[in-house]
């Protein structure tokens, strides 16, 4: 399977613990993207980066919240101190920038996180 | 703030019949594209659209793209049960970088 692939699916945590998504982007895709989505909405755009260079962040990712993209491969999403509040899909997508119009997006199954 | 309105929310149908979805923004869109989730996993890509007035088909799903380029709209004919799901409409906007605006979804229910 060459898709984009997110570890772990699930994870439960307790309030205040840190916790650390990976996504695998699909192969030579320079361009990914952090999306969180709540039940019943929407995603909602966090990150994303070109290459290993994170281009924009967006209100919702609060200081507690860190995106890297270091070989401009794989990336990891952590967050600190986890909240209730922070319980949602967290999901990822990968594309290879066409032009300056197209940027189609395609996602991984996502990571599921409960915050107790 | 570019803002992406989906409608309905919600859709119960029995199998057979046609339905439509629609995504309406203030904002034109650079590219817009249609996605289908199902509980649990990430949203699936079903069709980019690009060029105003553009319609694109996928078997029963036909996806038209206003001329102006400010709304879309996804037809179900003769909806089945496997159609059940969730549909995202997402919009890329210009001067918006590269970041997809979604709209709420709709959750389209097809009772056999």
């Known amino acids: 399977d060459t898709g984009v692939s997110q570890n772990p699916r699930h994870k439960i945590t307790k309030r205040g613990q840190n916790v650390t998504f990976r996504c695998d982007p699909i192969?030579?895709?320079?361009?990914l993207y952090w999306y969180r989505q709540t039940l019943g909405q929407g995603p909602e755009f966090l990150t994303y980066f070109q290459n290993e260079a994170q281009l924009e962040k967006s209100r919702l990712l609060s200081d507690r919240f860190s995106a890297e993209r270091p070989k401009g491969s794989f990336s990891t999403l952590e967050i600190q101190r986890t909240e209730q509040g922070d319980s949602a899909m967290y999901l990822c997508?990968?594309?290879?920038?066409?032009?300056?119009?197209?940027?189609?997006?395609?996602f991984g199954p996502g990571t599921r996180l409960t915050v107790l | 703030t570019q803002l992406l309105e989906q409608s309905p929310q919600f859709l119960s149908i029995q199998e057979g019949e046609n339905l439509t979805v629609y995504c309406n923004s203030s904002?034109?869109?650079?590219?817009l594209q249609w996605y289908r989730q199902e509980p649990g996993e990430g949203p699936v890509l079903l069709v980019t659209v690009v060029t105003g007035g553009e319609v694109k088909k996928l078997k029963r799903l036909t996806f038209q793209f206003g001329d102006a380029r400010k709304d879309s709209s996804l037809h179900i004919t003769a909806a089945q049960p496997g159609d059940t799901g969730l549909y995202l409409c997402?919009?890329?906007?210009?001067?918006?970088?590269?970041?997809?605006?979604f709209g709420q979804g709709t959750e389209l229910s097809v009772k056999p």
């Open positions: 997402a919009g890329l906007f210009y001067n918006q970088g590269g970041k997809l605006i």
């Open positions: 192969s030579e895709h320079n361009r």
């Open positions: 904002s034109v869109f650079s590219s």
């Open positions: 997508a990968s594309s290879r920038l066409a032009g300056p119009s197209t940027d189609t997006q395609y």
